[in-house]
């Protein structure tokens, strides 16, 4: 592409962007170093980023003409050049051109200009380049380059050490995914040869307005920082801002972590009345009412009275469980037909066999079942919990941000519920925002949920719980485990290196093991403490017993009437 200066204002960089506004393909500008704008052209072309990897600049000087020569020299030293610049300078020696590399490791940095010789081109012996041809590895070296780097610490503490992100031990205020990602930068930047030069805020994501909060993001948008040393969880809408590397380094998890309550959780665990599938409960029914229908017609045979009370009544009491012994006692007693005696033994056994397997269900799903963990938000929403939080950047995000910012990553009207219910809605007994230490001692209460990442929260849970505790501890996801990526500001001229470095680490297992070594320690419950059933989890039966007891009053109740009624009428005259 070859660009007339002509039509280039000098005022602005709109007409330029105009002819090199192109990012995804490379574009090549030829430009001539003795024409009079040439010096206006390279200044607007600067201020406008368009020295990077996607245009191609080939400057064509003349050794004859010192002043000038030195005039571009001058003006590349100013320009705000990059280590992914391609610009080459072509000094015409007479019988040949003599190409040279220019470009800059940081020049915001402080960075002077670098040159490198490539070859020469002539139009006998064509072009004759150095045995070096990738750029990017003539550029490996940053030669001690300090790099800005921005990183997130909750509470954004003083006395700030840069050991503290590489630390493979639990740091107070430090996430896993800034650890983790701390640690992949640390073989990179000995690769590389450079320094970080750290700013610490206090979020990962912030709005890119003016005079916002400092954050991650918004640092990177700005140009104010080069490389994020942290990751972070991305969303489309962010890549406007800023640019990822990949592969990802770490991951994102929180939860709520609380203690299952003694008095058992009603809904979440009524398992009470389904050992039996609705079939085996329609198919026993089915055989009661026609055991009845049989032992009626026996009773009318006999000529007893109310033969169809008597054989719904006898039908219902060998259901309910009598003594074995007894029901057969009864039977001989009551029962003087052989079909009478054959349908009493029908429905008996069929009543035990039903009593034997459902218990024997009931019994082994609460020896062997899972603790009554919530399922869902909905069970934390129906809970007595308070809920109470971590002090984190997407926590506030969370709460500042409603109805755009959802732990789940898209759009979660349970959340809302969640936020507006037990949180906006909800009477407190403590503050919103507890520290690890005391939101894991509010927990062994029992009456607070408190939400965290699980490195974190396991650092106090394996030093501070027993194994009785450890046994009745619970936890429901907020943020599922989800990649997170090293970010760099937009078009970043580093970008590259680091991916090229990233994979490198990723395929020869270095940021597995990173990963594996801060994991930390995640103490479980050791399965000798016994737990104890909940009363939640046999409300059913004891309520079916309440309904039974109320049936057979009003039962009695009736028959007392029916008798006075019966009495009082033989009485009569």
């Not at 490996?140 to 780097?149: E, K």
């Not at 639990?170 to 640390?186: D, P, R």
């Not at 919530?374 to 109805?403: C, H, K, P, V």
């Not at 990233?502 to 403490?529: D, N, P, V, W």
């Amino acid at each position: 592409m070859r660009v007339s200066v002509k039509n280039i204002d000098n005022t602005n960089v709109d007409d330029l962007q105009l002819y090199l506004n192109h990012w995804t393909v490379h574009t090549g500008v030829l430009i001539a170093g003795s024409c009079n704008q040439t010096i206006n052209v390279l200044e607007l072309a600067s201020r406008g980023g368009l020295f990077d990897a996607s245009h191609i600049w080939l400057i064509l000087d003349n050794a004859t003409d010192y002043g000038n020569a030195m005039a571009i020299d001058d003006a590349l030293q100013r320009m705000n050049l990059s280590v992914d610049a391609d610009v080459v300078v072509a000094t015409n020696m007479g019988d040949r051109y003599e190409l040279m590399d220019v470009f800059n490791f940081g020049k915001i940095q402080g960075n002077n200009l670098e040159r490198k010789y490539l070859g020469t081109w002539s139009e006998e012996s064509g072009l004759n380049v150095s045995a070096s041809t990738f750029k990017y590895y003539d550029r490996w070296d940053f030669h001690n380059l300090t790099m800005r780097a921005v990183t997130v610490v909750l509470g954004r503490p003083k006395a700030f050490e840069p050991d503290m992100l590489t630390s493979l031990s639990y740091t107070k205020g430090i996430s896993v995914f800034t650890k983790t990602a701390a640690q992949v930068l640390e073989p990179i930047r000995e690769t590389h040869n450079l320094r970080f030069n750290y700013t610490v805020v206090g979020r990962w994501i912030g709005t890119v307005t003016k005079n916002a909060s400092l954050a991650v993001m918004n640092t990177l948008y700005w140009h104010e920082q080069d490389i994020a040393c942290t990751s972070a969880r991305i969303f489309s809408n962010w890549l406007q801002w800023v640019d990822i590397c990949h592969p990802p380094v770490g991951k994102i998890e929180s939860r709520f972590f609380y203690l299952i309550p003694d008095r058992g959780i009603g809904n979440y665990e009524n398992r009470f009345l389904t050992p039996l599938s609705p079939a085996v409960w329609w198919c026993a029914v089915g055989a009661g009412i026609f055991c009845a229908c049989v032992l009626a017609v026996s009773a009318a045979i006999e000529k007893r009275p109310r033969p169809g009370v008597y054989a719904v009544l006898s039908v219902l009491g060998a259901v309910c469980q009598q003594a074995y012994e007894e029901g057969i006692q009864i039977i001989d007693e009551q029962l003087s037909s052989q079909g009478g005696r054959l349908t009493m033994l029908v429905i008996g056994v069929t009543s035990m066999l039903l009593y034997n397997y459902y218990t024997s269900s009931v019994v082994s799903w609460l020896l062997s079942a899972a603790p009554p963990t919530l399922q869902d938000i909905d069970g934390l929403i129906n809970s007595d919990f308070e809920l109470i939080f971590e002090d984190i950047g997407y926590t506030r995000g969370w709460f500042e941000d409603a109805g755009f910012f959802y732990y789940s990553g898209y759009k979660n009207p349970k959340e809302d519920v969640l936020r507006l219910k037990k949180v906006t809605n909800a009477k407190r007994s403590k503050e919103l925002y507890q520290p690890v230490e005391y939101g894991i001692e509010l927990i062994k209460t029992g009456d607070f949920a408190y939400h965290t990442e699980p490195y974190t929260a396991y650092q106090s849970i394996s030093r501070t719980f027993d194994d009785v505790e450890l046994c009745r501890l619970g936890s429901l996801p907020m943020i599922n485990p989800s990649p997170t990526y090293i970010m760099t500001q937009k078009r970043s001229p580093y970008k590259q290196f680091f991916n090229w470095s990233l994979m490198r680490l990723k395929e020869r297992g270095h940021i597995t093991a990173i990963q594996a070594r801060i994991a930390g320690f995640i103490a479980i419950c050791s399965g000798s403490t016994p737990r104890a059933l909940a009363l939640g989890q046999a409300a059913p039966a004891f309520g079916l017993l309440a309904v039974a007891a109320f049936v057979s009053l009003f039962i009695l109740l009736g028959e007392i009437i029916w008798f006075r009624w019966l009495m009082e009428t033989e009485l009569q005259p």
